[in-house]
């Protein structure tokens, strides 16, 4: 049975942003949904711990052939490591501003975000086929340019939002209808 993963970015929660609106989506359409509440904070928020909590779900067998992911921010880059690391293949990754190894967001940003960051991301399109990156060409926190390549590295369909910055709350992304598309 399909299943589906919300996972929240740096200094961020299964609360906030579009996750509340995509959960509630999910859960009236009957489906199983997760909305992990990972660590955050400089101290917390790096890939060991976030793996840990996400090895939970592995180990239970939840994440596997029938899980889409939805992931924003630091968030698509920690699944790809967490896929790559674990070798598990998943049906579908919908990424939302992702971007890999860059620095230069703000002291505790790279600080809570570096240890998620991945050498090999082309690696992930062993385990998955379908790979949809959302972002905008005005995005404040992280490049145009960065989002983009990431995008183009891994994706096998790329939506560019005009004006729509982070496409979090801050951004006036409580919903996003487009991402209903993936279900």
Known sequence: MNNYFLIHGSFGSPFVNWFPYLRKEIEDRRLEVYTPDFPTG?????YTNWSKLLKVYLDAGLINENTTVFAHSI?????????????????RLVFVCGFNNYLG?????????ESMYVGNLSDIKN?????VC???????????EVEKEFADTIAT?????????HL????????????????
């Open 75 to 91: 968030a698509p880059i920690f699944v790809c490591k967490f896929l790559i690391e674990n070798k598990v293949k998943v049906k």
């Open 134 to 144: 959302f972002y905008s060409e005005n995005d404040p926190y992280v490049k145009y």
């Open 127 to 131: 385990y998955c086929d379908d790979i």
């Open 157 to 165: 369909k790329q939506i560019v939002i005009k004006d729509g910055e």
């Open 105 to 113: 967001i703000d002291p505790d940003y790279d600080a809570v975000n």
């Open 168 to 183: 979090n709350s801050e951004s006036g992304y409580d919903k996003f209808p487009e991402l209903l598309e993936y279900l």
């Open 42 to 46: 400089v101290g917390y928020q790096n």
